[in-house]
């Protein structure tokens, strides 16, 4: 099994910066793909940013400039920074973690951008 825990989410104003964190622990081995999905209310998940092992990266249209992935893996961590942010960036942030068999989802951080 292998749990992951995201922190770093909170109320920010428009055009301002986050960085999320996604820590895994457990049967780290398997994972190979890690990445940042978010949901709105009334909306379904979306991609934002995927990061293979090797550090090829992917971007979701809406974010792309905007938001920067990497991974740790001596930390078995990855980061999503977040920057210029826009009231449509609201969401609940969850990490996944793609492995042999199985893919593994945190339990989320609410993201909000506000004035």
């Known amino acids: 099994q292998v749990q992951l825990v995201e922190s770093g989410g909170g109320l920010v104003q428009p055009g301002g910066s986050l960085r999320l964190s996604c820590l895994a622990s457990?049967?780290?081995?398997?994972?190979?793909?890690m990445g940042w999905y978010r949901q709105a209310p009334g909306k379904q998940r979306e991609m934002v940013a995927v990061?293979?092992?090797?550090?090829?990266?992917n971007y979701g249209d809406s974010v792309n400039g905007r938001f920067t992935i990497s991974r740790d893996n001596a930390k078995n961590t990855v980061y999503l920074q977040m920057n210029s942010l826009k009231p449509e960036d609201t969401a609940v942030y969850y990490c996944?973690?793609?492995?042999?068999?199985?893919?593994?989802w945190g339990q989320g951080t609410q993201v909000t951008v506000s004035s």
């Open positions: 996944k973690a793609v492995g042999f068999v199985n893919d593994y």
């Open positions: 457990g049967k780290i081995g398997s994972l190979n793909t």
């Open positions: 990061i293979t092992r090797e550090g090829s990266t």
